[in-house]
C-alpha cells in the first residue's frame, strides 16, 4: 500500500535561517525539473538570463505534526538544495484561470536526525538523508556546518549578522536588491511530479513575520555544485539572506494538474 506523500500539516519555529542563493545557465538547471515545471529565470541588465539554485539552512525547534504542542517537537539542524520554479496551473473549470505558481522543486534535503530522514523518506518527496550538521552563533556571527555521507553535500558557512544590510555579493546578476529578494527562498510551494497521476504534488507553506536580511557569508565549502549535473559549472553567489525567529510550517501536499496537460 502506497503511503499518500506529505500527508501531515507540520509546523516549527525557525531560530535561524540562512539560504545562499547561485546563479547558473538555465541549461544547467532545466534538466533537474520534473514535467510540469518551467525554470523560474531572470534576465540581467546586460541581457543574460540566469537560473538559481538555493543552498538552505535552518536551525529549527519544536518540529511536530501541526496540533500537537511545541514542547513535544524535535530540536533540528537542517539543510536543503533546491531550484527555482514556477507551475501553471489550469483552473478554468472553476473559473480562476490559468495561475502561475513560484516555488521550488527539491534536490536534496539534510538532517541530524536518523529517525526524521527515516520518516522523510516515507512520508514526503523531499529525498531527506541523515548527516552530521551543526551550527553556531557567537556575537554577530552565524556559522552551519554539514559533513554528509557521501562528501557530496558538504558545507560550512559562515554569515556576518550585525552592522547595516550587505550588499549585493561581488558579481552578482541582480541590479538591485529588490530583484534579489524575489529569489530569496524559500517561496511559498515546493513541487514534485506525481509519477501514478501524472501531475505535480504541491506543498504550501506558511510563515510569520518573514522579513529576509541580506547578509555577508564566507563559503569555506561548498561540494554539492562540483558532482552530477553541476560538474564544470561555475556556480555565481547571487544573494544571502537571513531571517530569524519565525513560526513556519508545512499543509499537506495537493496534486494539481499543469496547464496544457493531456489525459
Do not use: C
Amino acid at each position: 500500500m502506497r503511503i499518500q506523500a506529505h500527508p501531515l500539516p507540520m509546523r516549527a519555529h525557525f531560530t535561524d535561517s540562512l539560504v545562499l542563493t547561485y546563479a547558473f545557465p538555465p541549461p544547467v538547471l532545466r534538466p533537474l525539473l520534473t514535467p510540469g515545471l518551467e525554470l523560474d529565470t531572470y534576465r540581467a541588465p546586460d541581457g543574460t538570463e540566469y537560473g538559481f539554485a538555493a543552498v538552505a539552512t535552518v536551525a529549527l525547534r519544536g518540529l511536530r505534526p501541526a496540533g500537537l504542542p511545541p514542547r513535544l517537537g524535535l530540536e533540528q539542524v537542517m539543510t536543503g538544495y533546491r531550484v527555482f520554479a514556477r507551475l501553471s496551473v489550469d483552473r478554468t473549470r472553476t473559473g480562476g484561470g490559468v495561475r502561475t505558481l513560484r516555488g521550488l522543486r527539491i534536490l536534496r534535503s539534510q538532517t541530524s536526525s536518523r529517525v526524521l530522514a527515516a520518516a522523510g523518506a516515507v512520508l514526503s518527496r523531499y529525498r531527506y538523508e541523515h548527516a552530521a550538521l551543526g551550527t553556531r552563533r557567537t556575537g554577530d556571527r552565524l556559522e552551519f556546518a554539514v559533513r554528509s555521507g557521501d562528501g557530496r553535500a558538504d558545507l560550512r558557512v559562515g554569515a556576518a549578522l550585525g552592522g547595516p544590510p550587505a550588499p549585493l555579493p561581488e558579481g552578482s546578476p541582480f541590479a538591485d536588491g529588490r530583484d534579489a529578494r524575489r529569489f530569496a527562498g524559500p517561496l511559498p510551494y515546493t513541487f514534485e511530479h506525481d509519477g501514478r497521476s501524472g501531475d505535480v504534488l504541491v506543498v504550501k507553506a506558511l510563515r510569520t513575520s518573514w522579513e529576509p536580511r541580506p547578509v555577508s557569508v564566507d563559503v569555506e565549502r561548498l561540494t554539492f555544485f562540483r558532482h552530477g549535473p553541476f560538474r564544470g559549472t561555475r556556480p555565481v553567489l547571487a544573494n544571502a539572506f537571513h531571517v530569524a525567529d519565525v513560526d513556519y510550517g508545512w499543509h499537506p501536499g495537493v496534486l494539481m494538474s499543469p496547464a496544457g496537460r493531456r489525459g
